[in-house]
């Protein structure tokens, strides 16, 4: 049979005495060997698209360096001088932090209201969560379009129900008052959807009989019982939600370069958009990476409190 | 000559040594039980004969080639884990053929669609089928075939562990606490099949086991493992009737050995055990405290006058065919439990006095650091015993 | 009794407010849909019409095709993330094997690493990568578009997490069978991971999808562009005018991702939510 012929083969090769030194050191190579040839093709992207060019923001944002200059010199820390005596830096960063501190609250209270009535009964659920997670996945690009001909100031569905409810049309992505506002609440009706999700979760994760102590206990109303149990015990996916939304509308920018292009008069002039515009459009990169830096000790800050939210909730092993 | 021969293997994790330098021969065709406490190293010894795991030092030699350094799947062994390990997407024929494929197809012979290009894939396929079905006709799992692991019983599913590994006619069978995961009755019954399954093979089994008596019943040998070490090993019977230090004693046999503390005195280094003076003479200085192990069978009820132990019925544990009683005996730290046969110390109540008595012979004396220490019966007095 | 009819009055009152909210959610589809189904002449009306008394669907849709590459768009679009997608398990699940089941100098590190390269979002090394690219010539080519993605430090994460829970017996059942190790990442975790890298796989290619900052800045031809750049150049085009075809370009766009959710709902949202969590 095959596998004899196999095992007389093996022992051929085994009994050969030269060979008795030379197995051990190449079994103790073999391991780390493979776990090497494994990591190997991750390690090397990781560290040419990842780790690299994180190192090599950090440098750049203390040269000079334009792209297609024919030479660039060590600033030190003149690009963020430059950035600290900018208005439209600050502009940019203040903007920035509004629209975080309109999205998140907004979003979160939106979703996990939505959550609640979602698991206050029991017909339809499946169907709900759907329907108020799609915008959470349609492309925002072709989204923000379909915003910017609603909010139309002539033409657009929703100046044309204020008006017939009688009440003034604005210029929702023209008046600096009113365009991060607008932009922010487009980022709320993109966003909700998502934290609702996580809260409906959160939700199913309370155990009932926790309810029904609170009702023993005296709780009567769902709002005692939402104060006593719900809110309580939510508490992690709270502060989860909220660093994550924090995190991702950090990045808004999509819909600030289709829409108002940080305009009108900087009004919407964001991190990111700021950042693109200075090393995209003009290719002060050294200036950009500048801004890059600041977008990223930001982001970097949120991620390290989740990852503290994490780790006191779920161990990884 | 051994099939397999452990000399001198020490593994240390870090900094803590798992194995102590251990040295083990086991024959052709032996059913050979490591078996001891969790944490004693067995596992890990049986991964080091497997190729899982390289050992620190020393060397595996199997049908006397050094196998150090050898790949696990070069070594020629079947392994059947205590998870079982099927492959959860694989049907219990493709987990059966696994082995076979592996051994018998070409890198590119194994390659989805591709592999039917290959000259002799189909005839190798059918040989692969053959063999499958062998195995299942075996085993009785014929109707299982087309089955995913997720939609067998436990029984069922170890039972194709067993089929993967026999398909392949190995060297040799390491079974890594098979049964454990089984409810208590089917580990009884697969004991059985295990056993019968050894002796139809006629091939070499490692069996690893925390149960004594899966040891017992199913084993040639026993090596009994503490610590990283070997401290005994030889038959069930040697093991269980002759165990050569205190923990091997206790491990083996349910329920446990009895152990009362003893001391021996004066010049001919008797024993005193409970307040009572026992005829032997100990081969140990006088003075010394004596762990004496005495089993639950070895006991037996006597008169008063006969007594060499005596205490209070705590308990009654009746279990149909015998009944165990617990004793608690002054000086004693734990009960003595004494065996007897079904509709014995019936008309003994819980909270009676009680006395015992038992054979010299059945004695097995242990000094402090739990050595066996040799006793003679004193001539003259052994008849009153 | 009184108790039975409040929940019914309370789970009909609950429907009516879920409803509501839907609708609101749902308006701009609506109206993107309803307007690409309009003549221009109904498109600038003062009066909420909310559906057309002339269907110019077909004109619409034409439109939009004729004037942008739309179904180029797609395509890229399908290219790129498949190839993304399909790159990053070639590259992450390896490694991830590593990290989860083989005992080696160095883990610890690697891990830390991979924690961290989670950490940094994809926008604050676009400068870097830009002049990467720029200096090795692939800028403006499908590669600018797929090089940066192929490494996913969180893919790493999320299925070495996975693979963790896999016993390791069944891995060591796997090299008494004489699997390779290579082998044993394709031949045994890759089949039993499938519902975590589906859940993955969900993830990326909507994220790449819809991603517009990268296609953005990495490509220039417009027979290289993905739908969401592609929409937006159309949409600058047609400088806010001819909102009809607009519109049927854009329900275009999202209509592959949306038909793909709607088939299935549970597996979309759970990849997104628990995969987009990082």
Same mark, same amino acid.
């Given at each position: 049979?095959?596998?004899?012929?196999?095992?007389?083969?093996?022992?051929?090769?085994?009994?050969?005495?030269?060979?008795?030194?030379?197995?051990?050191?190449?079994?103790?190579?073999?391991?780390?060997?493979?776990?090497?040839?494994?990591?190997?093709?991750?390690?090397?992207?990781?560290?040419?698209?990842?780790?690299?060019?994180?190192?090599?923001?950090?440098?750049?944002?203390?040269?000079?360096?334009?792209?297609?200059? !024919?030479?660039?010199?060590?600033?030190?820390?003149?690009?963020?001088?430059?950035?600290?005596?900018?208005?439209?830096?600050?502009?940019?960063?203040?903007?920035?932090?509004?629209?975080?501190?309109?999205?998140?609250?907004?979003?979160?209270?939106?979703?996990?209201?939505?959550? #609640?009535?979602?698991?206050?009964?029991?017909?339809?659920?499946?169907?709900?969560?759907?329907?108020?997670?799609?915008?959470?996945?349609?492309?925002?690009?072709?989204?923000?379009?379909?915003?910017?001909?609603?909010?139309? !100031?002539?033409?657009?569905?929703?100046?044309?129900?204020?008006?017939?409810?009688? #009440?003034?049309?604005?210029?929702?992505?023209?008046?600096?008052?009113?365009? #991060?506002?607008?932009?922010?609440?487009?980022?709320?009706?993109?966003?909700?959807?998502?934290?609702?999700?996580?809260?409906?979760?959160?939700?199913?994760?309370?155990?009932?009989?926790?309810?029904?102590?609170?009702?023993?206990?005296?709780?009567?109303?769902?709002?005692?019982?939402?104060?006593?149990?719900?809110?309580?015990?939510?508490?992690?996916?709270?502060?989860?939600?909220?660093?994550?939304?924090?995190?991702?509308?950090?990045?808004?920018?999509?819909?600030?370069?289709?829409?108002?292009?940080?305009?009108?008069?900087?009004?919407?002039?964001?991190?990111?958009?700021?950042?693109?515009?200075?090393?995209?459009?003009?290719?002060?990169?050294?200036?950009?990476?500048?801004?890059?830096?600041?977008?990223?000790?930001?982001?970097?800050?949120?991620?390290?409190?989740?990852?503290?939210?994490?780790?006191?909730?779920?161990?990884?092993? | 000559?051994?099939?397999?021969?452990?000399?001198?293997?020490?593994?240390?994790?870090?900094?803590?040594?798992?194995?102590?330098?251990?040295?083990?021969?086991?024959?052709?065709?032996?059913?050979?039980?490591?078996?001891?406490?969790?944490?004693?190293?067995?596992?890990?010894?049986?991964?080091?004969?497997?190729?899982?795991?390289?050992?620190?030092?020393?060397?595996?030699?199997?049908?006397?080639?050094?196998?150090?350094?050898?790949?696990?799947?070069?070594?020629?062994?079947?392994?059947?884990?205590?998870?079982?390990?099927?492959?959860?997407?694989?049907?219990?024929?493709?987990?059966?053929?696994?082995?076979?494929?592996?051994?018998?197809?070409?890198?590119?012979?194994?390659?989805?669609?591709?592999?039917?290009?290959?000259?002799?894939?189909?005839?190798?396929?059918?040989?692969?089928?053959?063999?499958?079905?062998?195995?299942?006709?075996?085993? *009785?799992?014929?109707?299982?075939?087309?089955?995913?692991?997720?939609?067998?019983?436990?029984?069922? $599913?170890?039972?194709?562990?067993?089929?993967?590994?026999?398909?392949?006619?190995?060297?040799?069978?390491?079974? /890594?606490?098979?049964?454990?995961?089984?409810?208590?009755?089917?580990?009884?019954?697969?004991?059985?099949?295990?056993?019968?399954?050894?002796?139809?093979?006629?091939?070499?089994?490692?069996?690893?086991?925390?149960?004594?008596?899966?040891?017992?019943?199913?084993?040639?040998?026993?090596?009994?493992?503490?610590?990283?070490?070997?401290?005994?090993?030889?038959?069930?019977?040697?093991?269980?009737? /002759?165990?050569?230090?205190? $923990?091997?004693?206790?491990?083996? *046999?349910?329920?446990?050995?009895?152990?009362?503390?003893?001391?021996?005195?004066?010049? /001919? $280094?008797?024993?005193?055990?409970?307040?009572?003076?026992?005829?032997?003479?100990?081969?140990?200085?006088?003075?010394?405290?004596?762990?004496?192990?005495?089993?639950?069978?070895?006991? $037996?009820?006597?008169?008063?006058?006969?007594?060499?132990?005596?205490?209070?019925?705590?308990?009654?544990?009746?279990?149909?065919?015998?009944?165990?009683?617990?004793?608690?005996? /002054?000086?004693?730290?734990?009960?003595?439990?004494?065996?007897?046969?079904?509709?014995?110390?019936?008309?003994?109540?819980?909270?009676?006095?009680?006395?015992?008595?038992?054979?010299?012979?059945?004695?097995?004396?242990?000094?402090?650091?739990?050595?066996?220490?040799?006793?003679?019966?004193?001539?003259?007095?052994?008849?009153?015993? | 009794?009184?108790?039975?009819?409040?929940?019914?009055?309370?789970?009909?009152? &609950?429907?009516?407010?879920?409803?509501?909210?839907?609708?609101?959610?749902?308006?701009?589809?609506?109206?993107?849909?309803?307007?690409?189904?309009?003549?221009?002449?109904?498109?600038?009306?003062?009066?909420?019409?909310?559906?057309?008394?002339?269907?110019?669907?077909?004109?619409?849709?034409?439109?939009?095709?004729?004037?942008?590459?739309?179904?180029?768009?797609?395509?890229?679009?399908?290219?790129?993330?498949?190839?993304?997608?399909?790159?990053?398990?070639?590259?992450?699940?390896?490694?991830?094997?590593?990290?989860?089941?083989?005992?080696?100098?160095?883990?610890?590190?690697?891990?830390?690493?991979?924690?961290?390269?989670?950490?940094?979002?994809?926008?604050?090394?676009?400068?870097?990568?830009?002049?990467?690219?720029?200096?090795?010539?692939?800028?403006?080519?499908?590669?600018?578009?797929?090089?940066?993605?192929?490494?996913?430090?969180?893919?790493?994460?999320?299925? &070495?997490?996975?693979?963790?829970?896999?016993?390791?017996?069944?891995?060591?059942?796997?090299?008494?069978?004489?699997?390779?190790?290579?082998?044993?990442?394709?031949?045994?975790?890759?089949?039993?991971?499938?519902?975590?890298?589906?859940?993955?796989?969900?993830?990326?290619?909507?994220?790449?999808?819809?991603?517009?900052?990268?296609?953005?800045?990495?490509?220039?031809?417009?027979?290289?562009?993905?739908?969401?750049?592609?929409?937006?150049?159309?949409?600058?085009?047609?400088?806010?005018?001819?909102?009809?075809?607009?519109?049927?370009?854009?329900?275009?766009?999202?209509?592959?991702?949306?038909?793909?959710?709607?088939?299935?709902?549970?597996?979309?949202?759970?990849?997104?939510?628990?995969?987009?969590?990082?």
């Amino acid at each position: 049979m095959a596998d004899v012929a196999i095992a007389t083969t093996l022992s051929q090769e085994t009994a050969e005495p030269a060979r008795r030194g030379r197995p051990r050191l190449l079994a103790k190579l073999r391991r780390p060997l493979a776990a090497l040839t494994l990591l190997l093709p991750a390690m090397t992207l990781m560290t040419l698209l990842l780790i690299g060019p994180v190192v090599a923001v950090l440098a750049m944002s203390l040269t000079d360096y334009q792209l297609g200059a !024919p030479s660039w010199s060590f600033v030190g820390f003149d690009n963020y001088l430059e950035l600290y005596g900018d208005r439209v830096f600050w502009t940019s960063l203040l903007n920035t932090l509004v629209y975080v501190a309109i999205v998140v609250p907004a979003s979160m209270a939106l979703g996990l209201g939505i959550a #609640l009535l979602i698991e206050s009964g029991t017909s339809l659920r499946a169907f709900y969560r759907s329907i108020f997670f799609i915008p959470v996945m349609a492309t925002l690009i072709a989204m923000a379009i379909s915003w910017e001909y609603m909010l139309h !100031p002539q033409f657009g569905l929703i100046n044309l129900t204020l008006k017939s409810l009688g #009440l003034p049309a604005q210029a929702w992505l023209t008046n600096p008052e009113l365009a #991060l506002p607008t932009i922010a609440a487009i980022g709320v009706w993109q966003l909700f959807g998502f934290n609702m999700v996580l809260f409906l979760a959160g939700l199913v994760s309370i155990p009932p009989h926790l309810y029904e102590a609170a009702v023993m206990d005296g709780a009567r109303s769902a709002w005692s019982r939402f104060w006593l149990v719900t809110w309580p015990m939510l508490g992690p996916v709270t502060m989860f939600v909220a660093i994550i939304s924090a995190i991702r509308s950090f990045q808004v920018f999509d819909t600030v370069h289709v829409l108002t292009k940080g305009g009108p008069s900087k009004a919407t002039e964001v991190l990111l958009y700021s950042m693109y515009s200075e090393g995209f459009e003009f290719f002060r990169s050294g200036h950009a990476a500048a801004i890059a830096v600041v977008f990223l000790a930001f982001v970097l800050l949120l991620t390290i409190l989740k990852v503290r939210v994490i780790e006191k909730k779920v161990h990884y092993a | 000559m051994a099939m397999f021969e452990l000399t001198g293997v020490r593994k240390s994790f870090e900094r803590t040594e798992v194995l102590k330098g251990v040295d083990l021969d086991i024959a052709d065709g032996e059913f050979i039980s490591l078996v001891g406490p969790s944490g004693c190293g067995k596992s890990t010894l049986l991964r080091i004969i497997a190729g899982l795991e390289d050992q620190t030092d020393g060397s595996v030699r199997i049908g006397g080639d050094v196998v150090d350094g050898i790949r696990p799947a070069d070594r020629n062994l079947a392994m059947v884990f205590q998870s079982y390990a099927l492959y959860p997407h694989l049907t219990v024929f493709n987990n059966i053929a696994v082995p076979l494929r592996m051994r018998r197809l070409s890198a590119l012979q194994r390659l989805p669609l591709v592999r039917w290009l290959v000259p002799g894939t189909r005839s190798a396929e059918c040989g692969i089928h053959a063999d499958v079905e062998k195995v299942a006709e075996l085993l *009785g799992m014929r109707d299982l075939l087309h089955r995913k692991p997720a939609q067998l019983s436990g029984g069922q $599913r170890q039972r194709v562990a067993v089929g993967r590994a026999i398909v392949r006619e190995p060297r040799g069978f390491l079974l /890594d606490e098979p049964l454990s995961n089984l409810d208590a009755k089917l580990r009884v019954h697969m004991r059985t099949e295990i056993a019968q399954l050894h002796r139809r093979l006629a091939a070499t089994f490692i069996y690893v086991t925390h149960d004594q008596a899966e040891a017992m019943t199913m084993s040639d040998r026993i090596a009994v493992m503490m610590d990283g070490n070997i401290i005994q090993i030889g038959s069930p019977d040697d093991v269980y009737d /002759d165990p050569q230090d205190l $923990r091997v004693a206790e491990f083996i *046999g349910s329920p446990k050995i009895n152990i009362l503390e003893g001391a021996t005195v004066g010049e /001919d $280094r008797a024993l005193v055990l409970a307040g009572h003076r026992i005829p032997i003479s100990v081969s140990e200085q006088a003075g010394r405290s004596i762990s004496v192990g005495i089993r639950p069978e070895a006991m $037996r009820l006597a008169s008063s006058e006969g007594a060499l132990v005596s205490g209070r019925l705590a308990h009654k544990e009746n279990l149909g065919a015998e009944v165990l009683l617990h004793v608690d005996v /002054d000086g004693q730290s734990a009960p003595v439990i004494v065996r007897l046969d079904h509709g014995g110390a019936r008309s003994i109540r819980i909270g009676e006095m009680i006395d015992l008595t038992f054979a010299m012979e059945d004695l097995r004396l242990f000094d402090k650091a739990g050595r066996r220490v040799g006793a003679k019966a004193a001539q003259k007095e052994l008849a009153y015993g | 009794m009184s108790t039975a009819r409040g929940i019914s009055l309370w789970g009909l009152l &609950r429907h009516v407010l879920l409803l509501i909210a839907a609708a609101i959610v749902l308006l701009p589809f609506v109206w993107m849909i309803v307007t690409s189904l309009k003549p221009q002449s109904e498109i600038f009306l003062s009066e909420i019409r909310w559906w057309p008394e002339r269907l110019h669907a077909v004109e619409n849709y034409t439109k939009a095709f004729d004037r942008a590459p739309l179904m180029r768009f797609l395509l890229n679009g399908a290219i790129v993330t498949v190839t993304i997608f399909m790159l990053q398990v070639l590259i992450a699940l390896p490694a991830a094997y590593a990290l989860a089941k083989l005992r080696f100098w160095g883990r610890e590190a690697v891990f830390a690493l991979v924690l961290f390269c989670i950490l940094i979002p994809p926008q604050a090394t676009a400068i870097p990568v830009f002049l990467l690219f720029h200096h090795l010539g692939i800028l403006d080519t499908y590669a600018a578009l797929i090089v940066p993605f192929t490494i996913s430090a969180f893919g790493i994460f999320l299925m &070495r997490q996975f693979f963790m829970t896999v016993p390791d017996d069944l891995v060591d059942a796997a090299r008494m069978d004489g699997i390779s190790e290579i082998g044993i990442v394709w031949r045994v975790m890759l089949p039993t991971a499938l519902p975590a890298l589906t859940a993955f796989g969900i993830f990326s290619i909507v994220a790449h999808w819809n991603d517009y900052f990268w296609p953005l800045i990495a490509v220039n031809s417009k027979e290289l562009f993905t739908p969401p750049v592609g929409v937006a150049t159309f949409r600058n085009e047609e400088a806010g005018t001819d909102y009809g075809p607009l519109m049927a370009a854009a329900t275009i766009i999202i209509a592959p991702l949306i038909i793909a959710f709607l088939l299935a709902q549970r597996r979309f949202i759970e990849g997104i939510t628990f995969t987009g969590m990082k």
